[in-house]
DNA sequence: ATATATGTTATATTTGTAATATAACATAAA
DNA sequence: TTTATGTTATATTACAAATATAACATATAT
């Protein structure tokens, strides 16, 4: 499995468990229809508990990331994941105001900020098998 | 004072203050060598407890944006905001990523992103008094 | 001198969240 | 009948956010 915990993260395990499957599907490592481990599977390969990787799982899958089956077990919705609305887009630059406002002050400039969001597009799009 | 917090908002009050800060400089409604409220009057005015506002003006301190004088009280650094480093750049990517894998898959491609981008911008710098 | 206003420190309490631990439940599939 | 799935329930521990009070040290104003 690709995930990947840091315990000394101030990030929430279940944050970091979100986080990484949705760049897994980003990166097409996991595509529509996949499965997904149990929530015991995963909590134990990982070394969590259960309840941890459910609460990260059922929050993915209240955003419409996932499918959860109470026998069949979870998977990446085949419909494809949700779109951006009205309430996305307003929450997103809600939280991009002040990230960009500390940037600029600290001196990274809008040349600089395209960069790096181009570093990370590449990161999404080569990766293919790692 | 500009500052409005969000009592139903899931960030923390003081996260509230020290962005509201954040911004107020990059508009430039706060310049080098400006007063801040003492942390009692800014409590006061907002409603909420000294401590709140003495956690945010310490950790804006603790990055550089904030000059505190035990007598004198508190400043916004004269020698202007801290700038960039390594582990500030890395830190971003790393915060970054998620961000974009989501918005990403959503339907947001990196053309919305950069329109997005520059209406925040425009935020920042038009608004001299408001 | 005295009072005032500044940030600071200390202690305690309440509330909520993150994470864990155990156990049991319902049910489709093997 | 067993196994594996997510689900639900209960409890506990640890920590963070926010508040409440009180006292402290000290530069500045009166």
Chains 1, 2 share one sequence.
Not at 67 to 74: C, P
Request: proline share 5%.
């Amino acid at each position: 499995m690709f995930i990947q915990i840091n315990f000394e993260s101030d990030v929430p395990i279940y944050e970091q468990l979100k986080n990484q499957i949705i760049i897994g599907i980003a990166k097409k490592e996991l595509a529509p229809g996949d499965r997904l481990p149990s929530v015991r599977k995963l909590a134990s390969d990982i070394g969590i508990n259960l309840h941890t990787v459910n609460k990260a799982y059922k929050q993915l899958e209240e955003k419409g990331f996932l499918i959860i089956h109470r026998q069949k077990g979870v998977i990446i919705n085949p419909d494809g994941p949700p779109q951006a609305d009205e309430t996305y887009t307003k929450t997103l630059k809600e939280t991009l105001l002040p990230m960009i406002a500390e940037l600029e002050l600290r001196g990274i400039d809008k040349i600089n900020l395209l960069s790096i969001i181009n570093e990370i597009y590449e990161q999404l799009e080569v990766d293919r098998d790692e």
